[in-house]
């Protein structure tokens, strides 16, 4: 059993509670560019997904709580929550740092943009 | 040469208390280069080395396995054989498998125990009624043998059933497919091993890989726990752990790694002589020949590598039984286990060639691999033999998924996903 505990309201309860979104961090190509989107990143974007074991971005909904959408970082090995933190957030730094994959790139690209 | 398993040779052995029975296969260390590679010692792994070795004459192939071969999903599972999927595509993998599940054992030479007593499938929604009717009249057409039933015929089927009109869940029918049925999913594992290695293959066990080897965009080999080992061809056929292999080779696969749960409980006298799956309320149940209830319901939602998976999924499994089946609500479970399924968007499989030459993959079959074990594997050598998808693996080509061209079986599967 998971223990879950909302970001937003900090009501804490197992994942019967919380809904699973899914892969977190992931940018829909066709927002920036609705024209000029070719199949394969469609299918980047729809299908392809980063299944690390070990450190996984994902989604939440607080279902029973305050109904926001979050972020998590888990362990998909051991199961626990690294860190919880906002829908328009990034992960902690440290955490960050340890992601790999499309994962690492995004978040460069995101900083980048921050600066 | 092997000793063939038969009467005479259990009676030859009884006499000298079976001290004498040869190994099932060879040990072997791993030679330096194999004419094809299969990565994963499942079922599906085993089986593609199997018709790689009796149907393409490559002998100069190797099985690697990390753990123990059959240790996965193929010794997890629960073992129903069924064909009767929606899509065209789906029943012709399907029923080739069931169809040679038929023959498997004299094929192997391995009593892999296929036991054809009937795959019942409930309609307790009006929707799901419906779906299945339009699954069966697909069937039909397929020429696959299975006809929607009665909740009176459902009562015939299995007496132990509650089919009270009243209950929240009521059956309202059920779909049959009667040349379904159970198997031993040991044996299955066990019996390819065998009859592989008596053809030359080197099944290796306790050997990880670590890495693909490329030159350019071929592939040259693997770097594993147990050395180098060179390969034009490499097949990857490891289920929940194919996006950490394809990792290695660069190429993303369009896969989630999920727990799903199984639970057995404590035997009891025959109460049931099919398979049951209520996929509205989540459950499906058969009794093993020792007498024990197999169990088998739905995923946990969330990304899982642990191979434990939550009470939730199996309170929510055991509740649906237990208002299905009133007869078994003081059972005790005696085992409960998890595997790591691999999911795919539309809940198809992927037996494909890759964008590296001499690199295939064989996954995506989530929660309903076993059955398909001997059709997946005979698809796949001759994929990996002729360097072509064989015409029933075509559609489950990885280009399905930019071309949008899903083979959807995510409701249709009528499976608990």
Same mark, same amino acid.
């Given at each position: 059993?998971?223990?879950?505990?909302?970001?937003?309201?900090?009501?804490?309860?197992?994942?019967?509670?919380?809904?699973?979104?899914?892969?977190?961090? $992931?940018?829909?190509?066709?927002?920036?560019?609705?024209?000029?989107?070719?199949?394969?990143?469609?299918?980047? @974007?729809?299908?392809?997904?980063?299944?690390?074991?070990?450190?996984?971005?994902?989604?939440? !909904?607080?279902? !029973?709580?305050?109904?926001?959408?979050?972020?998590?970082?888990?362990?998909?090995?051991?199961?626990?929550?690294?860190?919880?933190?906002?829908?328009?957030?990034?992960?902690? $730094?440290?955490?960050?740092?340890?992601?790999?994959?499309?994962?690492?790139?995004?978040?460069?690209? !995101?900083?980048?943009?921050?600066? | 040469?092997?000793?063939?398993?038969?009467?005479?040779?259990?009676?030859?052995?009884?006499?000298?208390?079976?001290?004498?029975?040869?190994?099932?296969?060879?040990?072997?260390?791993?030679?330096?280069?194999?004419?094809?590679?299969?990565?994963?010692?499942?079922?599906?792994?085993?089986?593609?080395?199997?018709?790689?070795?009796?149907?393409?004459?490559?002998?100069?192939?190797?099985?690697?396995?990390?753990?123990?071969?059959?240790?996965?999903?193929?010794?997890?599972?629960?073992?129903?054989?069924?064909?009767?999927?929606?899509?065209?595509?789906?029943?012709?993998? @399907?029923?080739?498998?069931?169809?040679? @599940?038929?023959?498997?054992?004299?094929?192997?030479?391995?009593?892999?125990?296929?036991?054809?007593?009937? $795959?019942?499938?409930?309609?307790?929604?009006?929707?799901?009624?419906?779906?299945?009717?339009? %699954?069966?009249?697909?069937?039909?057409?397929?020429?696959?043998?299975?006809?929607?039933?009665?909740?009176?015929?459902?009562?015939?089927?299995?007496?132990?059933?509650?089919?009270?009109?009243?209950?929240?869940?009521?059956?309202?029918?059920?779909?049959?497919?009667?040349?379904?049925?159970? &198997?031993?999913?040991?044996?299955?594992?066990?019996?390819?091993?065998?009859?592989?290695?008596?053809?030359?293959?080197?099944?290796?066990?306790?050997?990880?890989?670590?890495?693909?080897?490329? #030159?350019?965009?071929?592939?040259?080999?693997?770097?594993?726990?147990?050395?180098?080992?060179?390969?034009?061809?490499?097949?990857?056929?490891?289920?929940?752990?194919?996006? %950490?292999?394809?990792?290695?080779?660069?190429?993303?696969?369009?896969? #989630?790694?999920?727990?799903?749960?199984?639970?057995?409980?404590?035997? +009891?006298?025959?109460? +049931?002589?099919?398979?049951?799956?209520?996929?509205? $309320?989540?459950?499906?149940?058969?009794?093993?020949?020792?007498?024990?209830?197999? +169990?088998?319901?739905?995923?946990?939602?969330?990304?899982?590598?642990?191979?434990?998976?939550?009470?939730?999924?199996? #309170?929510?499994?055991?509740?649906?039984?237990? #208002?299905?089946?009133?007869?078994?609500?003081?059972?005790?479970?005696?085992?409960?286990?998890?595997?790591?399924?691999?999911?795919? &968007?539309?809940?198809?499989?992927?037996?494909?060639?890759?964008?590296?030459?001499?690199?295939?993959?064989?996954?995506?079959?989530?929660?309903?691999?076993?059955?398909?074990?001997?059709?997946?594997?005979?698809?796949?050598?001759?994929?990996?033999?002729?360097?072509?998808?064989?015409?029933?693996?075509?559609?489950?080509?990885?280009? !399905?998924?930019?071309?949008?061209?899903?083979?959807?079986?995510?409701?249709?599967?009528?499976?608990?996903?």
């Amino acid at each position: 059993m998971l223990v879950v505990t909302c970001p937003i309201c900090n009501a804490s309860g197992d994942e019967t509670d919380f809904h699973y979104g899914g892969q977190a961090h $992931v940018r829909r190509p066709a927002t920036a560019d609705p024209l000029n989107i070719t199949d394969e990143e469609q299918r980047d @974007y729809l299908f392809i997904r980063h299944n690390p074991k070990g450190l996984h971005f994902e989604r939440w !909904r607080c279902d !029973r709580g305050c109904g926001k959408w979050f972020h998590a970082a888990r362990d998909t090995v051991t199961m626990e929550f690294k860190a919880t933190y906002g829908i328009t957030e990034l992960p902690p $730094v440290e955490l960050m740092k340890e992601a790999k994959g499309p994962w690492a790139d995004y978040f460069k690209m !995101r900083m980048k943009e921050k600066a | 040469m092997k000793s063939k398993y038969s009467i005479f040779s259990l009676a030859r052995n009884a006499k000298n208390y079976h001290k004498d029975w040869e190994k099932a296969w060879r040990s072997p260390a791993p030679k330096a280069e194999y004419d094809a590679v299969i990565v994963g010692g499942g079922g599906h792994g085993l089986a593609t080395a199997y018709y790689l070795a009796k149907n393409h004459g490559l002998t100069n192939i190797a099985v690697v396995e990390k753990g123990w071969i059959g240790g996965g999903n193929t010794g997890r599972n629960t073992t129903i054989i069924r064909s009767n999927y929606l899509q065209d595509s789906s029943i012709a993998i @399907y029923e080739l498998a069931r169809s040679l @599940y038929e023959g498997l054992s004299q094929d192997l030479n391995y009593n892999m125990m296929f036991s054809p007593r009937g $795959v019942l499938m409930l309609c307790q929604t009006e929707h799901e009624f419906r779906a299945f009717k339009r %699954t069966a009249h697909a069937n039909r057409l397929a020429g696959l043998d299975c006809r929607m039933v009665t909740p009176a015929e459902v009562k015939e089927i299995v007496p132990i059933i509650n089919t009270d009109p009243n209950c929240r869940y009521p059956i309202l029918g059920a779909y049959y497919q009667p040349r379904g049925g159970t &198997g031993r999913h040991d044996a299955v594992a066990w019996g390819y091993a065998r009859a592989a290695d008596a053809l030359g293959v080197d099944i290796i066990q306790n050997c990880e890989v670590t890495g693909i080897t490329r #030159e350019g965009g071929r592939v040259t080999g693997l770097s594993t726990t147990r050395g180098e080992i060179k390969s034009k061809k490499i097949g990857v056929v490891t289920a929940g752990n194919v996006s %950490t292999i394809m990792d290695m080779a660069g190429v993303r696969m369009p896969i #989630e790694s999920l727990c799903l749960q199984a639970l057995v409980s404590e035997p +009891i006298k025959p109460v +049931i002589d099919c398979v049951v799956m209520a996929n509205t $309320v989540h459950g499906y149940m058969s009794q093993s020949d020792k007498g024990e209830l197999v +169990i088998g319901g739905g995923t946990d939602p969330y990304n899982n590598y642990s191979q434990r998976g939550s009470f939730t999924a199996l #309170e929510h499994t055991v509740t649906a039984l237990v #208002e299905t089946f009133p007869i078994i609500s003081r059972l005790r479970m005696l085992r409960q286990w998890g595997g790591i399924v691999d999911m795919t &968007g539309d809940r198809s499989p992927i037996l494909s060639k890759t964008e590296i030459e001499g690199l295939y993959v064989n996954c995506g079959w989530g929660t309903g691999g076993f059955k398909a074990i001997p059709g997946s594997g005979f698809v796949f050598a001759d994929t990996m033999a002729n360097d072509r998808p064989h015409k029933i693996a075509e559609p489950f080509g990885l280009n !399905r998924f930019a071309e949008g061209r899903l083979i959807d079986e995510s409701v249709a599967a009528a499976v608990a996903h």
